[in-house]
Structure formats: C-alpha cells, structure tokens
C-alpha cells in the first residue's frame, strides 16, 4: 500500500498563521476550509461557529442539559418503556414548539431533587450520568438529556449514538430509538436518521442504567476533513489554550487520514531512518499497523501514513525490537500481542511493509469473551517480554474460563513462557522501574476498588480471585493467597478514571534525561477515559514500593492509551475511545506532547516520613507562605475490597498538619497528628492552596496523592 497523506488542501504555515496559497498576506482575515475564522467570547462558542459554518446543512446544534437520577429497575429489566415524570413534556417537544420546562424540579431516585442542568456541547463525547456522591444514586437509574436543533431549512441526515446500558431517543417527539439492553456504551450502536424541519427541532434522550457505567454518546456532525480539524484546533489553542499546562507542555494533534480508523492500541518508534528520524509505529484495534512520517513537525500537516501490517486481532500493545536473527544477522522486529498470541513481524526489504508474520508465543487461551483483552508485550532489560491478561467479563464479574486469564506472563528469550503472578482484573499497561522492577496498572471494577499500579512479584496475587483456578498450588475451597499490595492507589475521577500505560522517563544518568523536564526517574501514567496523562514519583519503604501520583496533562484529543518517547525526547500518546468511551473531542488520534523549557511550579516529589512527607517543588518557593501549616490540608482514606464495580473512599479522616519545617529554597517537611497504614493502604491526599513560587505564582496543580502502605521507623529518619 502507499503512503496516505493526512490531508490535501492548498495551505501553508508561516509565522504561524494560515496562508491561502492566493497570496493572502499576514494581516489578511484567517480562513479554515474556505470559512472566515472569527474569535468569538469563549473558545466553545468559536469552535461551534466554525463548525455550523463548515456544515450549513446539519443545522445549529443547541446547548444541552441534564436531568437525573430516577428510579428504575436497571437495563434489560423491560423498564426502559415505563414513562417517567419528565415525558410528560414530551407533548411540549413538537417542531418548533415550546419545549421542556427547563425549571422544573422533579422527585427523583431517593427522593434526590432533579433539576435541569445545562452541560454545554456534550456532542461527540461521551456525558456520564453516574456522578452523584451517593453510590445508590449510580446504579438502577434513569436520566435524559435534552437539546435543540435550529435548521435554516427541512433537511435530513444521519448520526450515530450509544449508550450503557438502554436508550430511548425522540426527535419532535417521534421515538426512533427503542433498545432495552445491558451492554457497554459502543457510539456506533445506532445510525439514525434525523428529519429535521425548518425551525427549532427538539432531541431527548433517556438513559437507563444497572451497575458500572451510565454513558451515552452521539456523534452528530460530519467528521471535518482532518486538515481542516488539525487547523482549526490550532488557532483555537492559540486563542484559548484549552489548559494552562499548554504553556509548558503543548500538545500537537497530528491528523489522521479520514480512511483510517487510528484505534490505538499499541504504540512505539522505530529505529531512525536515513533521515534520522525516528517514527512512530501504531497498532489499531481493527487490527491494522501503521508507520507515521512527518510525526515531528509542529503543526503536523505534513503527517503521512504507510500500512506496514493487517488483519492483526486486536493488537493491544506494540514493541520494536532491535535484536539478531538465529544466524547472528541484526534485525528489527515488530511484536505485538494479540488476543490469541504473540506475534513477531519484520520488513525484510525497506519498504515499510511487513513481509513475516511469525508467532512468537500462544500458550494461553481465548474463549471469545468479549473482555478477554491481551497487552503487551514490554521488553525488561534482560529481554525478557512481558504480557497480561484480561479477565472476561459477564454478569458483572470477572471470569477467567480459559489460561491464563487474570494472569502476568514472561516470556524469556528462549521462547519460554513463564505464568509469572495472577489476580489481575484489567491490566493495561505494564512497565519496567529503573530498578529493573516490573509493573502493572489495573481498572476499578470487581475486587479492584479504584485504578491502582502494582508490582509484579514472582508469584504473587494482586487480588481478582477468578485467575486462581490456573495455581498449581491451589484448589476451590482453599483460601485466599496473601494479596499483593498496590504500589499507588488513583483516587477515582480526581485521577482518571481508566489506567493505561506506564513509561518511565529516563533517570538523570540515563541517555535521553532531561529533554522531557524536570522528572527524570519517574513514571507518566495515562488515564484512557479522561484524556489525560498523570505523574507518578515511587520509593521503597520496608521492602515495598509506594508513592504518590500528581496530575500532569489534561484535555488531549481522546482516550489515552498508550505513550512512547519520541527520538527527540517529545512524548507521542496513542488514544482511542471505542468501546470504552471518553470525554474527548475525537474517537481516536495520535498527539505528541513536547516540554517548552519553561519549568512550572509543581511537587517535583513527596516522599513519606516516619510523621509526614517532605515535599521537594520544581522551583524556589515562597519560605514564609510555604512554611505555614495554614498553606496545606490533607484528608486519608481507604477501599473497600468486595465483588461490587468499585468503591466509594471509606473510613475517611482529616490528619492535622501539626508543624511545617523548611529544609532549603525548594523543599518543606509536614508533620502530621497520625500517619495511617496497613489494610489495602491508605491515601493520603494533600492539598497546597497557600503554596507559592518566590515570584508569588501558585502551584500548577496544588494536590498530590501518595498511597501509604508501610510507615519508615523513626530511626531511618535523617
């Protein structure tokens, strides 16, 4: 196949602003697919100008609001049908009439006051219900969104939606959407036609939900031309940064072709080419792989792709290898782990298509559950290559029915397999420390309270019990092996909401520190949900790993999934949302993120104490403000462990911070009343609104969570 350019408009970049190739000069109005761009008040009413302007025929889509919890018996219960309180209005919501009574307040589930509430552009992404404080609020529920259309014309087109779990929809009324499922939220699900009138057009959807998630998403517009998207979220960015992290750490969307569907689920670089370039290589989830050129400029317009690989089964992890055939002959291999095996693939004349598919290992099983995802590989040190395993999924809780489902597997580089440790519920994303220590990073559901990273110890049990049935060393009725502890705990939705992925920036000593900023020997962890990527500082204490985790990047494109180093030291993040959801403006896409060299004020570390944690910052501090107990809080809290999706912070307390005690320009120790330990670990949540920078600047992100497991014995303190 040959190389598909992201887009072919006649455009240029100077100066940073668009040139048309007309000759319009600098001072000339900005033009994005043949529109005038205009900066309106706020960046969402800029970007839904330009996008009604560049699809005239799809009408003007309205703000939308939200209206939940009501009681229901939950999905596939024949629930779905039994009219609500706010259906009544649905008379209201006839072409052009009055529409709902967006003041009301209705009785909801346990007597919780429902209201309206307006949640902006909520298209092209997936809006959650299940928000509430009180779990029972989340689960055996129903709620409805509600917006306009204004048409200047009668028109008609299609859109695509989903839900998890059932979804009624009405256009002007008419239901044209009836699916009283259980089932994970797929915005592919439905393709439906809307016949809009000239005027205002009235949508509502009703969402009704079990357990776990309570999503719905629909895809409302023409996808734009990804040149003319990459475009447009550039001077977007320039006149609204979505984040003040872009000023330290930008984020530039490459466009992908409209005819690929970049679902990413593996993610490396190859060795540079004669260019000395080194570009990455993209596993999809439709089972394609990709070579990106071009990956590295800023804007990426020039971005092309070569299919190197297809008809892969969900290829969830990709790792290049340089490394020497059985004849001594220096190679480079492409492994990525399906879901029935390890597969090994190599272009064997330059022309950047694979011409072996070889497989490298398939000693586990596949019994087609749809959950029963496979990551990997991670290559350790040694060059040993590092997998694991979903569990499947079905009446809300994990199944492993074939080997080695739940489990950790290392495959040496003779072709070994070794079944390594077990208990894993979801493990998306594994990763070698510094200290040649392995990790992985699991999803909250059943048995697994919130996301979490773990160690993976020879042998040891992190705490799903259906992978037990494949111990040689144990059999139903006996009882639980000791539970490996978390390394880190991630607050849930304060700290994603869905794992994936674990890359270590090279420590100080190592090739290719400090191109990244000031975090060598630390752990970047993306959240797939939440389109976000976290930081993570670890030390070791009694023998076990702990530390704390820091937000880092937010608002990128779409779910994380998967992150690599660039050959110039930017980081590329692969994401995709389908079939898992995301709160991104986009189903997939590939961004690379490059440091600026401004360093911003952040807690560079948080290391724990025999009575606290010492807190080191990336700049010099305010003495006076820093020093001050007044400037912290912190509360500690702990999960439940138990069958159900999850689980709320329990057993909450707020340690005081007794004394603060300033150790240099740039480094403070708290001391607390208590430090908790034991159990499944504690989090100990620190808040910083009175810290500030020596210029009188506060902290990017003013919080941090370190997980406390074991607390040093005074005697080790210095």
């Known amino acids: 196949m040959g190389r598909v350019r992201a887009g072919v408009l006649g455009l240029a970049m100077w100066a940073g602003v668009v040139v048309s190739a007309a000759g319009q000069g600098p001072g000339a109005p900005i033009k994005i697919g043949g529109v005038v761009y205009e900066k309106q008040g706020t960046r969402q009413a800029t970007e839904l100008r330009m996008i009604n302007l560049l699809n005239p025929d799809t009408g003007v889509w309205g703000s939308w609001y939200i209206l939940a919890p009501f009681p229901a018996k939950g999905s596939g219960k024949k629930d779905l049908a039994t009219v609500l309180a706010p259906e009544a209005e649905l008379a209201r919501m006839q072409?052009?009439?009055?529409?709902?009574?967006?003041?009301?307040?209705?009785?909801?589930?346990?007597?919780?006051?429902?209201?309206?509430?307006?949640?902006?552009?909520?298209?092209?992404?997936?809006?959650?219900?299940?928000?509430?404080?009180?779990?029972?609020?989340?689960?055996?529920a129903a709620g409805y969104l509600y917006t306009t259309i204004t048409a200047a014309k009668a028109t008609s087109y299609t859109v695509q939606m989903g839900s998890d779990d059932g979804l009624r929809f009405w256009i002007n009324g008419k239901l044209v959407v009836d699916a009283d499922v259980p089932r994970g939220m797929n915005p592919e699900d439905h393709t439906v036609r809307l016949d809009l009138v000239k005027g205002v057009n009235h949508v509502l959807a009703k969402v009704i939900q079990g357990a776990g998630s309570w999503e719905y998403q629909i895809n409302n517009r023409p996808t734009l031309n990804p040149m003319i998207d990459a475009q447009l979220q550039y001077q977007l960015n320039r006149d609204f940064p979505p984040t003040e992290e872009e000023r330290y750490y930008t984020a530039t969307?490459?466009?992908?072709?409209?005819?690929?569907?970049?679902?990413?689920?593996?993610?490396?670089?190859?060795?540079?080419?004669?260019?000395?370039?080194?570009?990455?290589?993209?596993?999809?989830?439709?089972?394609?792989?990709?070579?990106v050129d071009g990956a590295y400029e800023s804007p990426a317009y020039n971005a092309r792709f070569t299919r190197f690989a297809s008809g892969l089964h969900e290829p969830l992890g990709l790792a290049v290898r340089r490394e020497k055939d059985?004849?001594?002959?220096?190679?480079?291999?492409?492994?990525?782990?399906?879901?029935?095996?390890?597969?090994?693939?190599?272009?064997?004349?330059?022309?950047?298509?694979?011409d072996i598919y070889e497989t490298a290992c398939s000693g586990w099983g596949v019994s087609g559950n749809y959950h029963e995802f496979a990551f990997g590989p991670k290559f350790d040190r040694a060059g040993n290559a590092w997998i694991t395993l979903n569990v499947g999924f079905c009446d809300a809780l994990g199944k492993s029915v074939v080997p080695y489902r739940g489990w950790a597997l290392r495959l040496t580089p003779d072709g070994t397999m070794e079944p390594w440790s077990d208990g894993l519920r979801s493990p998306n994303g594994i990763g070698e420390y510094s200290d040649g220590a392995m990790f992985y990073l699991d999803n909250q559901g059943d048995f697994v309270g919130t996301n979490r990273m773990t160690e993976l110890v020879r042998g040891s049990w992190a705490g799903h019990p259906a992978s037990l049935r494949w111990r040689s060393d144990w059999k139903q009725g006996d009882a639980d092996p000791p539970m490996q502890p978390a390394t880190v705990w991630f607050p849930y939705k304060k700290m994603g909401q869905s794992t994936a992925d674990f890359l270590l920036y090279p420590p100080p000593t190592s090739e290719g520190a400090g191109r990244f900023g000031p975090y060598e020997g630390q752990v970047f962890v993306g959240d797939q949900t939440l389109c976000l990527v976290m930081r993570v500082d670890l030390e070791k204490v009694d023998g076990h790993y702990q530390g704390a985790c820091f937000p880092f990047r937010e608002a990128l494109d779409s779910g994380v999934n998967r992150l690599c180093w660039g050959g110039d030291g930017s980081m590329f993040v692969g994401q995709t949302d389908r079939g898992w959801g995301s709160t991104g403006r986009l189903r997939f896409g590939l961004q690379r993120i490059a440091w600026t060299g401004q360093v911003p004020f952040e807690v560079k570390t948080m290391r724990i104490a025999p009575d606290g944690f010492v807190l080191t910052f990336t700049r010099d501090m305010n003495p006076a403000l820093a020093g001050q107990a007044s400037s912290y809080s912190m509360s500690s809290y702990t999960y439940e462990y138990h069958p159900?999706?999850?689980?709320?912070?329990?057993?909450?307390?707020?340690?005081?911070?007794?004394?603060?005690?300033?150790?240099?320009?740039r480094s403070v120790r708290l001391r607390l009343d208590r430090m908790r330990s034991g159990g499944m670990g504690?989090?100990?949540?620190?808040a910083m609104p009175g810290v500030r920078d020596a210029q009188g600047q506060p902290l990017l992100h003013a919080v941090a969570y370190y997980t406390v497991q074991k607390v040093p014995a005074a005697a080790s303190a210095k």
């Open 644 to 665: 159900q999706y999850g689980s709320a912070e329990m057993e909450t307390q707020r340690p005081a911070i007794t004394a603060v005690e300033v150790l240099g320009p």
């Open 326 to 354: 059985a004849a001594g002959k220096d190679r480079v291999s492409v492994y990525c782990v399906q879901r029935g095996e390890l597969t090994r693939l190599e272009d064997t004349n330059g022309d950047d298509v694979a």
């Open 682 to 686: 504690y989090v100990h949540e620190l």
């Open 95 to 140: 072409a052009n009439g009055p529409g709902p009574n967006l003041a009301a307040e209705y009785e909801g589930k346990g007597g919780f006051k429902a209201r309206w509430r307006a949640i902006g552009d909520a298209s092209n992404r997936a809006v959650r219900f299940n928000e509430f404080d009180d779990p029972d609020l989340n689960v055996n």
């Open 253 to 291: 969307t490459i466009p992908v072709p409209a005819s690929i569907a970049l679902e990413v689920g593996g993610l490396d670089v190859l060795p540079p080419n004669a260019k000395g370039e080194a570009r990455p290589i993209i596993s999809t989830r439709r089972g394609e792989v990709w070579i």
